[in-house]
């Protein structure tokens, strides 16, 4: 390992001096300084994000902090995703958040803390580093839901997310200290020697890794887990929303790769097993229930779901009879599978807010009719992202759903790739009642779209982006499968 370069932790401190420079504005300009803080935010992320994408293409692995925290290429280039997600999140909030007086930076400011507690996330090579990027993330999260104070869907959508969040911190937590009490180490590489020695009592780890994997499936969503999605994305204001549905479900992705791959992957054959259990009800509850929701904000909760199982579908696709030899296709399915789910994410939920004006909120499916004659624009972009979301070709949402297929088809789970193709068939009923209700009804709000020229601007690129990977993936798809192979312990 070569020696590690302190330069290789720079995109990471510009977050977070970033964070402070924001923090010192905000306190001691004002309202009059929101702007500044606005700016600061996003520049600093945009260029850490570039930063980090070009640290992705680095092979090497750099350990820092006593080998708690790691920068190898799958970090970095997740970290580019969730800090590119956060800056594109605050544009396609910015006037939403000025119509309804939220435009203050307590808003910006805890999404930067969740930013950096994803990073942590993402890096860390210990469980307790692990654990405290999680409880940051969160942390921050649960305040960002609550601060419409006076809005008793938010605070509600709040409590509920910090009551159930709480209580799946409390398993990670339970599962972390019976891995510990079996290996007796907490960074991953021991945890990881430890199991693999074949010493250890397996009853222990099997109960820690149950645990570990209850952890896993809240963060991201995944059913039985599940039951604060679809209130936390319709009581919270949209931009806080975009907030809690984007960074972290890649975040909770690579979170998931650094418990289960780094340190836990002699003990596939259990965890796949339980993964197997989430992915199916998390593609049939998600797809099946998305069908009935009137409300277009939770019916992309019950679409986040189900995506959430096709995640899940790469995970459970590594290890096949004991052998490794398609652990990084299945792994790098599912990480761009991720990437995807954001890219298409922050675009269906900048359409919704786009659509929203000062005491209006774009929610309800009818809010949709004849969007075409409105925006024949936007009505397109929004058709791009709900194919991409169905799997319809030419959409890059086709060919990630193709690729996880592929892998579960691989790894010899036949009928968990049909299954997830029958349930797809149910989802893409929601999303192309959308498609139907902008291009074939007539509009029943005439009132123009507004939104800053950079916002808009943006949501055109965010559409032709998931067009233009949908007709050339090959670039990306290998980026992650080199990604994952520098970084798989293989």
Not at 65 to 83: L, Q
Not at 421 to 437: D, E, H, P, Q
Request: proline content about 4%; aromatic content about 12%.
């Amino acid at each position: 390992m070569p020696n590690a370069p302190m330069t290789a932790l720079l995109p990471d401190a510009l977050v977070m001096a970033a964070t402070v420079v924001a923090w010192l504005n905000d306190t001691f300009t004002g309202p009059s300084g929101r702007k500044t803080t606005y700016f600061i935010a996003f520049l600093s992320t945009l260029v850490a994000g570039i930063w980090f994408a070009v640290n992705a293409f680095d092979p090497h692995v750099y350990y820092f902090f006593s080998r708690m925290y790691v920068v190898d290429a799958f970090a970095s280039a997740m970290k580019a995703v969730v800090s590119l997600g956060y800056a594109v999140s605050i544009v396609y909030s910015r006037q939403y958040l000025e119509d309804r007086d939220m435009f203050r930076g307590e808003f910006f400011l805890l999404g930067m803390f969740s930013l950096l507690g994803q990073l942590v996330m993402i890096s860390g090579n210990n469980f307790l580093t692990l654990y405290l990027g999680l409880e940051l993330m969160s942390l921050s999260l649960y305040a960002v839901i609550a601060l419409r104070r006076n809005n008793g869907s938010s605070n509600e959508a709040a409590m509920k997310y910090y009551v159930l969040g709480a209580l799946a911190s409390g398993f990670l937590l339970y599962g972390i200290s019976m891995l510990y009490g079996a290996t007796g180490a907490l960074e991953l590489d021991e945890v990881l020697k430890a199991v693999a020695s074949g010493h250890i009592n397996d009853i222990v780890l099997l109960f820690g890794v149950v645990f570990v994997v209850a952890g896993v499936a809240f963060k991201m969503g995944a059913v039985p887990f599940h039951m604060w999605v679809p209130d936390v994305y319709q009581g919270a204001p949209t931009a806080m929303t975009l907030l809690t549905g984007g960074g972290p479900k890649v975040a909770a992705f690579a979170w998931a790769v650094r418990f289960l791959v780094m340190g836990l992957l002699p003990l596939a054959v259990d965890w796949q097993e339980m993964l197997i259990i989430l992915a199916a009800l998390s593609m049939i509850v998600g797809n099946i229930t998305g069908i009935v929701q009137r409300n277009v904000k939770r019916m992309l909760a019950y679409s986040a779901i189900s995506n959430m199982g096709f995640v899940l579908l790469g995970l459970l696709a590594g290890i096949v009879d004991g052998k490794a030899g398609g652990a990084a296709s299945a792994y790098s399915s599912a990480m761009f599978y991720s990437i995807i789910y954001l890219v298409t994410t922050l675009g269906a939920f900048g359409i919704v807010m786009l659509l929203a004006r000062r005491d209006f909120e774009a929610e309800t499916l009818d809010d949709f009719k004849g969007l075409n004659q409105r925006s024949p624009v936007f009505a397109f972009v929004m058709m791009l992202m709900m194919f991409s979301l169905a799997g319809i070709p030419p959409t890059v949402g086709f060919y990630a759903k193709l690729a996880v297929l592929e892998a579960t088809m691989n790894a010899g789970l036949t009928w968990l790739a049909i299954l997830a193709v029958v349930t797809s068939l149910f989802g893409a009923f929601y999303y192309l009642r959308i498609v139907k209700l902008m291009y074939f009804d007539a509009p029943s709000d005439t009132a123009p779209i507004g939104g800053h020229a950079f916002n808009r601007a943006l949501l055109t690129v965010n559409g032709a982006a998931v067009l233009v990977l949908g007709i050339i993936p090959g670039p990306l798809m290998s980026l992650c499968l080199q990604a994952v192979a520098h970084t798989l312990p293989l």
